[in-house]
């Protein structure tokens, strides 16, 4: 002992040597380590920025052009960050998303090679009737996205052009008039962006995604040959293509009409968005955008699209909610023609919860009481009618007096879905809590005369057998 410590003593260089080898090739590998992650991490963004900057300087997203009136409709502040930060969403944003569907007479000049058809096809035009219209507010603060579906018949005023339906706003001042009116009708929510894609563009970029699987709700089949339009799907979960998807989405010849087809529109927008909003999307980004850029008008730069399409892949997918402008029907002879008529009320709650827009009509948000609740109940499980009573009779005990018994939901589901048709998450998380079992979605897929919807699935078989086994003697 005295002798290794008297060694230690007078050469200490020989531990300290050691100790000192250890803490180089240690500090060394670390500092390579580092020093390799941060050339992939540069190497990534260099790439993407490089891939990105090609696409910018190839494509020209905005095709149309926009006087400064028109421009300063939209909020020009800057939403993604800089340098490093560029694909970095950094306030809340509101896009307007408009689908076009255009025709060879809704515009001055048709291509030539349409003239002499018998049948009048798609037109890559964006100077028609707004198809398809939704507001879709990006929250990184909530982180919640947003997505308002706004009927095409909805009858509102539009500026210098008197009442009409809100998709004649773009035949007569396109995307800043369109902006516009959808602001007007909606408490003067501020819009930052628009994009308008058109119907030959659709299919391209569901395919560019590599399709959706969803489920159709039922056989549909309609052809209109002056459009050389032909629908033809089976009932069903599928995965469609381009094509085939874009039948489901412009299907409308059932009950609901034009909201039937915006209840199909949310579940292939979810789907989609399940399947595709992931990491190897934001990579493919400029591959999807070249496919594309032709069909698409938008004031959105690249680098903010990237940060839209970021901020998606890290949301939640239970943070993803779909909202529909309240409203009913017009009746039979009430105007000249048929309309979806806004209820100022609802839009006003609806503003003021999901969008921040506050109003004198908006009522502080509270949990409404059981017995004013509208709740639906579809199943889904195929079962025998009398299965559903003591749901209804626990719905009841809870103090539920307007429940009722709807439509049969298509798609067989495994966990019931309790859907804020109305958009008041709130009372859905009460009536699932209620039920003890289900999960809740907000958006618009279920009965449209509901505050919520309870779509049956087979927890629902499982909770009433346990129920069963629990009061036997």
Known sequence: MTIQRTSAEENPSANVSKASRKKIQSS????????????????????????????????????????????????????????????????????LLMGMSVLPPDVQNPPAETKNLSYQPQV???????????????????????????????????????????????VEGGPALTAKTVSNLLNGVAIDRYIRINVLGVAKLIDAL????????????????????????????????????????????????????????????????????????????????????????TNLAVEELLALVGFGVR??????????????????????????????????????????????????????EPGSLRVAIQDSTGSDRTNLRPLIRSLEKAGYRNVFVAKAWGEPLDVTHIVAQQGDGNSAEVVRQTLGFGEVRVESTGNIGSDVSIQVGKDWLQQKALLEKSTQP
């Open 315 to 368: 949301t939640n997918r239970s943070n993803m909610q779909m909202l529909m402008v309240p409203g009913r029907f017009s009746e039979k002879g009430e105007f000249d023609a048929s309309y979806w008529l806004p209820n100022k009320d609802g839009i006003a709650k609806l503003m003021a919860k999901h969008y921040g827009v506050e109003s004198t009509q908006a009522q502080e948000q509270q949990t409404v």
């Open 210 to 297: 590599g399709g959706v699987t969803v489920y159709v709700p039922k056989d549909m089949k309609y052809q209109d040959e002056s459009q050389h339009l032909y629908i033809n799907l089976k009932a069903g979960k599928q995965h469609l293509n381009g094509d085939q998807a874009l039948q489901l989405l412009r299907f409308r010849h059932d009950a609901l009409g034009d909201i039937g087809r915006i209840q199909r529109q949310q579940m292939v927008l979810r789907a989609l968005m399940d399947q595709s909003l992931n990491p190897a999307t934001v990579t493919q980004l400029p591959k999807v955008l070249d496919v594309v850029k032709e069909n698409i008008d």
């Open 28 to 95: 060394k590998s670390g500092r390579w380590l580092w020093f390799w992650v941060g050339m992939s991490g540069i190497a990534m963004v260099s790439a993407t920025a490089g891939a990105l900057l090609a696409v910018s300087l190839t494509s020209n997203l905005q095709q149309a052009q926009l006087s400064p009136q028109e421009e300063a409709v939209f909020d020009g502040d800057r939403i993604s960050g800089s340098g490093l930060r560029f694909s970095q969403l950094t306030r809340p944003v509101n896009i």
């Open 124 to 170: 890559n035009s964006f100077d028609g009737l707004s198809d398809v219209m939704l507001l879709i507010k990006f929250d990184p603060e909530t982180k919640k996205i947003i997505m308002l579906s706004i009927p095409r018949d909805t009858r509102t005023e539009i500026e210098g052009h008197g009442i009409k339906k809100i998709n004649f706003a773009n």
